[in-house]
C-alpha cells in the first residue's frame, strides 16, 4: 500500500524531467535542431555565458566567506557567540527569496541607502549607478547562496578534529601552513560539495537577476522565460533548460566523483 | 612551542588571523544588515524608502491591512501552502517508510530521486512542469500550483523525516509485538508517534517552502493565480511600494517563529 504513492510521487518527479529532454530533441524541427536554435541566438549565448560567469563568482564567494562561518560555528565556544552566527545565517534563509532581493534593491538604488550613506560621509559626490549591474545580482544571488554554503559544509566542518591543528603546530608548523596543509586538505570534500551545490542551484536563479540584474544582464531563466510566454518559442526554452540541467548534472557529477556521495549527500541534507 | 616558530611566520600567522577575522566580521554583517534594514525601514513614515526614515510610526502596517490588495495574494499564499504542505506529507511519509523500512527494490534510489529536485536549476524544471501541465490543462490552476509546490517542498521534507526515522529503532516494534500489540498498533504507537515532532517540522518546512516559492508560480500560475511572493515580485519589478518593507518585516517574523517552533519540536524528540 505504501510503494505505490511512493512510486507515483517519485514519477511525479521524474516525468517532467524527461518531458523537457524528450520534448527538446523531438519539438520544432527535431534532432539538435533547438539546440542549433540556441546557440544561433546571441542574446542567448550572451546570457548562458553571463549565468555561467556570475554563478562561479558567487560560487567562490560562497564558499570562501561559508567557509568562515562554517568554521566559527564549529569551534564557537561562547553560547552567545554561537547564537550569533546562527541568527546571521538563518534570517535571510527564512526571508524569502523575492524579500532578499528587494532588500538589495533600497540599498543599491540610485537613490537608495549606500549611496546616500556615501554621500553624507563624502566618499562620493554622485550617487554611483549599483542597481541592474553585475555586482547587483552577484551581491543579491550571494546573499540567498550563503546560508546554503555554510549549511552544506557543517558536517564536514564540524567533524575536523582541532588535535590536528595543534599537532601540526607542535611539530613546527605556522598556524597559516597548518591550516593551508592539514586543514585545508581535510576539509575540502566538504568545500567541493558545497560548491557542487550552490552553483547547480545558481544556474537556475530567475528573481533575483530579473530585480537586481534588469534588462542589462538577463540570466538564462529569463531568457527561457521569454522564450515561453513572450516569443511563444517553448521548443528553444526547452533546449535551453536542458542545457542547463545537463551543466547542473555534469557539476554535481564531477564533484560526486571527487568527494564521494557521502559528502554531497551530507551537503545536501545539511 | 612558539620558540620553534621563526618570526617571518609569527607575522603571517598574525596577518592571517586579522584577514580571517575580518572576513567572518564582514560575512556576518553581510548577512544581518539587509535584514535588519528592512525591519528599520518598515517603521519609517516617509511616502518613499529612505534611510534613515524622518519620521516614524506604524504606518506602513495600516498601509498592508487597510490597502486591500494584499488580502488576496496573502489568502491565495496561505490556502496554497496548506494544501502543498499536507500534500507533501502524504508523498513523503509513504516515501520515506518505503525507503527505510520496506524492501522493496530500488528503495535508495526512490529517496535520491525525491532529494534531486533540491539541486536541479529551478527554471529548468519550471519549463519540464509546464510542458507536462500544458498537456493536462493545469496551467493557472490552483491545483497544479498546489502540485508543482509539493515536488518543490519534497527534497526537505523527506531528508526531515528520513533524518528521524533513521533514529527510531525497529526493535521497538518488535518489542511491542511481542507483548502482544498488533502490527498496526505497534506501528500506529510507536513508530509514528515517535515520529510525530518530526511530521509537524516536515509540515512546517513543506509550508514555508510553497508560502515562499515565487518561480514555479510564474511559470505555472497563469495570469490570475498571484500569491504573495508574486505580487511582491511584479510590484518590485514595476513599482517600488513601501508597504513591501511592512510585509517582508511580517513574513521574516513568521516564518523565523514557524521555524524556532519546529526546531523546538525536533528536539524534544529525546535524541
Redesign the interface.
Known sequence: ???P???V??L??????V??TM?AFTQGDGGFSNFAAVFESAAIRNSLVNTIVMSLVVTVLCV???A??SW?IARARSAAFKA??W??????F??????????????FAK?G?LN??LDQAGVIDEPMTLLYTRLAVVVGM??TM??YAVLAMNPTMSRFEPEFLNSA??L?S????A?VRVWLPIVAPGLIAAA??VF??S?????TP??LGGAETPF??TM??DD?FAFFN?PR??AS??L??V??LVV?GTALKAVGSKAL?GG??? | MSTYVNHPARALDRTTSILGRLLLGFSLLFLLLPAILIVVLSFGTDPRVRFPPEGWGLDRYVDVFTSGSWGGPLLLSLEVALYAAVGTLVVALPLVFAANRSRLPGRSLLEGVAIAPVVIPISAYAVGMYAVFAELDLIGTQRGVVLAHITHALPLVVIVLSTSLEQIRTELELAAMTMGATRLRAWGGITLRLLLPAVVSGFLFGFISSFDEAVLITFLGGSGLVTLPKYIFDSVQYSVDPAITAIATLLMFAVTFLMLLSSTLRRKEGR
Do not use: C, E, H, Q
Open positions: 500500500m505504501v510503494a504513492v511512493a512510486v510521487g517519485a511525479f518527479i521524474v516525468y517532467p524531467l518531458k523537457l520534448d570562501v566567506m561559508g568562515s562561518i566559527s550569533l552566527l541568527a546571521a545565517l538563518l534570517l535571510p527564512w526571508m524569502g527569496v523575492v524579500v532578499k532581493a528587494y532588500a538589495w534593491s533600497i540599498i537613490n541607502i546616500s550613506v550571494t546573499y550563503l546560508p603546530r607542535s613546527g605556522s598556524r597559516t601552513a591550516m557542487a551545490i547547480a542551484i544556474i537556475g536563479f530567475y528573481v530579473v530585480l538564462m531563466a527561457i522565460g515561453i517553448y526554452a526547452a533548460s536542458v542547463l540541467l551543466l547542473a554535481l549527500k545536501i541534507a545539511g
